[in-house]
C-alpha cells in the first residue's frame, strides 16, 4: 500500500458563523497521504476504509456544505486553496476582530476530511486540479446548502450535523487511524 505513516493529521476547527453552524469537530487534513499517488489505488484504499466513492470533480468554486453526512476529499492532482467555515454574505472579520473561516493550500496526494456543517469551496486552483469524493458508508444522498440562510435555520441545520455519526472507520489508515477517536473525544466535550 502506498500510504504514507509519517506524519499525523492536522486538525482546523472553524467557527459557526450566523450563515454556516461549521462543526466543533475538526477538519481533519493528511498531508501527503499516498507516496504515490493513483486514482486507482487512492480509490482502493479509502473504500477499503468504508467510505464509499461520490463524484470526480474539478472545481466547486461556490461555498457549500453537507448537512446530513461528513465529506472526504482525495487530491489527485494539482493544487487548490479550500475555503473552509464561510458564507458568501459573511463579513471577512467577526466581531472579535478574527478572521471569518481558514484557507488551506492543499495538494496533489492530501485528504481533507470535513464534518458535516463545515463550508467549504475551492479557489485559484491549477488548471490540472482533480479530487475524488467520498462519503462514510450508509450515509445517505448528501443534501446541498449555500450558506444563505438565517441565524434560526443555521441553528436548526447544526442540530442535524451534530447528530450525523461519527464513521467509524478513518478513510486512510481504517480501523487504527485517528479519525474516530479524535471526533468521539471532542464530540464528549
Sequence with gaps: MDVSEALPPELHVVAPTPHVPNS?????????????????????V?????????SHWGVYPTAHFH???HECYAIIRGKGTYVLGKSPIDNDVGGDGEKIGRDLLVE??????????????VI???EDWEVVTFYPEGSPQWDMNFCKDGPEETAQKSRDCSNVPIPPKDPVFGIA?????VWKNVSMQ
Design 67 to 69: 448537512s446530513n453526512s
Design 24 to 44: 466543533k469537530l475538526p477538519v481533519m487534513l493528511y498531508r501527503k497521504a499516498f507516496l504515490k499517488v493513483s486514482y486507482d489505488e487512492m480509490i482502493k
Design 108 to 121: 496533489q496526494g492530501d485528504i481533507v476530511v470535513l464534518p458535516a456543517g463545515v463550508s467549504h469551496a
Design 46 to 54: 479509502i473504500e477499503g476504509n468504508g467510505w464509499a466513492k461520490g
Design 177 to 181: 487511524g485517528p479519525l474516530p477517536e
Design 124 to 126: 485559484a486552483p491549477e
